[in-house]
């Protein structure tokens, strides 16, 4: 197929004010995704936008399997109140209140 470019599970972003670091998740437009590489600001990386991830999460709350996650870029942590929070994707895993962690799967990207 000539119009096929690429799987789209890996993108090639560019780093806003500050940088990215590998590991960290990166809000861009309707894209939620995790930094595979590191970069300055103004320079491009790869940033994966499918998958299974495990962050830090809010502590007082309780996830079930399949609820919408938010990132909450002020605290950089993962929570399930949307607020003015941006939508990252659904829980993987069950999550206890309280505890530190949980997983998510990435939804790729969202409309607007």
């Keep these: 197929m000539k119009n096929y ?3 789209g599970d890996v993108l090639t972003l560019v780093a806003g004010a500050g940088g990215v ?3 960290e998740i990166v809000v861009q437009g309707s894209i939620v995704a995790v930094a595979a590489t590191s970069a300055v600001a103004g320079a491009e990386f790869e940033a994966k936008i499918g998958g299974v991830y495990e962050y830090a999460k809010n502590a007082a709350e309780a996830w079930t399997v399949g609820a919408p996650i938010y990132f909450d870029a002020t ?3 993962l929570t399930a109140t949307a607020g003015e929070n941006t939508l990252a994707g659904v829980a993987a ?3 206890a209140n309280p505890s530190g962690s949980g997983q998510v799967r990435l939804n790729s990207s969202f409309a607007a």
């Design 5 to 7: 470019i690429q799987p």
């Design 21 to 23: 670091k590998s590991g």
């Design 75 to 77: 605290n950089k942590v």
């Design 93 to 95: 895993a069950a999550a």
